[in-house]
Nanobody, 128 residues
Framework: QLQLVESGGGLVQPGGSLRLSCSAS????????IGWFRQAPGKEREGVSC???????VYVDSVKGRFTISRDNAKNTVYLQMNSLKPEDTAVYYC??????????????????????WGQGTQVTVSS
């Protein structure tokens, strides 16, 4: 059974850190580009970061220098390390896989429609 499961969300103070995990079952994550997305209440889903099959990463401007995407092939898991969190980072965070694009380039996280299989999401709340 194909499954993507996000975990690691929670409540954190501004300036704090969280590491989200995206664990896959039923398929090999390394065979796909993986993206992280988020959706805040009342807002559209937006891309955060992506990693190509080659491991090349892309970040949107709002998280550059603060978030890091990584992959552990042995654990079939992708991570999103989030540092220096801000209240505006509050959202439900999703991971998704994409079969589109080249080995070296992940589909832009600004185009969620290029990602075809999604997890259920994990809530991140940044508040004092």
């Amino acid at each position: 059974q194909l499954q993507l499961v996000e975990s690691g969300g929670g409540l954190v103070q501004p300036g704090g850190s969280l590491r989200l995990s995206c664990s896959a079952s039923g398929f090999t994550l390394g065979n796909y580009a993986i993206g992280w997305f988020r959706q805040a209440p009342g807002k559209e889903r937006e891309g955060v970061s992506c990693m190509s099959r080659a491991g090349i990463t892309v970040y949107v401007d709002s998280v550059k220098g603060r978030f890091t995407i990584s992959r552990d092939n042995a654990k079939n898991t992708v991570y999103l390390q989030m540092n220096s969190l801000k209240p505006e980072d509050t959202a439900v965070y999703y991971c998704a896989r994409s079969a589109v694009g080249s080995y070296y380039v992940c589909p832009s996280p600004k185009s969620p429609s290029l990602y075809g299989y999604w997890g259920q999401g994990t809530q991140v709340t940044v508040s004092s």
